[in-house]
């Protein structure tokens, strides 16, 4: 990565004064607390699209001291996917709010159930968990439907 930076002719990565006492408890009983006095400009590969993105020394400084996110956690993201992750996942709950309400008419509904195992599968791309159980009765309505067509 050093030599990526070097080659491109960047600015030195920024830096930001680190103050432990603002993090979360937990992160206070980590060994970080105890020697880190500054956050540096990590550049990363974001792990969904691929493309190199910054989590910037002031960005650190806000996750970890003000809204207390612990010191271990790293960005694997970059930012349109993280919007992206986000917006899927309000979609899946969308999809899990309508199906508690209609079971039976979407038991039916093959596009309803594919449009929802299609969201699990864009989520899982994202790094979340796939939901297996719901991704197994998806698969097994679904094939029900194509079987009785
Ligand atoms: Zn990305």
Redesign the pocket.
């Known amino acids: 990565m050093d030599a990526l930076k070097k080659k491109r002719g960047l600015p030195p990565p920024a830096t930001a004064l680190a103050d432990p006492r603002q993090w979360s408890e937990k992160s206070q009983g980590s060994v970080a607390a105890s020697f880190r006095t500054h956050y540096t400009d990590q550049a990363y590969r974001?792990h969904?699209?691929r493309?190199e993105?910054l989590f910037s020394a002031a960005e650190q400084k806000f996750v970890y001291e003000v809204k207390k996110t612990h010191i271990d956690v790293r960005r694997v993201?970059?930012e349109?996917?993280w919007r992206e992750r986000r917006a899927v996942q309000g979609k899946i709950a969308a999809c899990e709010a309508q199906w508690a309400a209609s079971k039976p008419e979407l038991a039916l509904d093959a596009a309803f159930l594919s449009t929802w195992r299609a969201l699990l599968l864009e989520h899982h791309h994202y790094g979340a968990r796939l939901n297996r159980a719901t991704s197994n009765m998806l698969h097994k309505l679904l094939d029900r439907l194509v079987e009785a067509n």
Request: proline fraction near 0%.
């Open positions: 974001c969904a699209c493309k993105a993201l970059c349109a996917c």
